[in-house]
């Protein structure tokens, strides 16, 4: 069964479709310049929004003169707070 329209001509479908395409076009135009970038590979971003570099993570996990506790807190002082990614990351 077809929407009744009302008296809606081709002009007023059409102008619609215009707004409606160019209110997406803009939106997408604002998205693209509020900065959101592709993500950088390899980066964790922790809880203070700094980034933190899996190189880093690595450089503590392989560290051999640290305990457990000690590599933990490390993580903690980069700005990881999740207890469970900490846990994932020292597997």
């Known amino acids: 069964m077809k929407a009744w329209h009302g008296n809606m001509g081709s ?10 395409a160019g209110g ?15 993500p950088v590979a390899n980066v964790l ?10 190189s880093t993570v690595d450089a503590i996990y392989l560290n051999p003169e640290l305990t457990p506790e000690e590599k933990r807190q490390a993580l903690r002082d980069l700005g990881i ?3 469970s990614l900490i846990d994932v990351l020292l597997q």
Do not use: M
């Not at 007023?12 to 409606?20: A, E, I, N, V, Y």
């Not at 971003?45 to 899996?54: H, Q, Y």
């Open 11 to 20: 002009e007023d479908k059409g102008q619609r479709r215009l707004s409606w």
């Open 24 to 38: 997406l076009l803009a939106g997408l135009l604002a998205l693209g310049f509020t900065g959101c970038g592709p």
């Open 45 to 54: 971003v922790g809880a203070n929004g700094e980034s933190i570099r899996l």
């Open 81 to 83: 707070t999740d207890e």
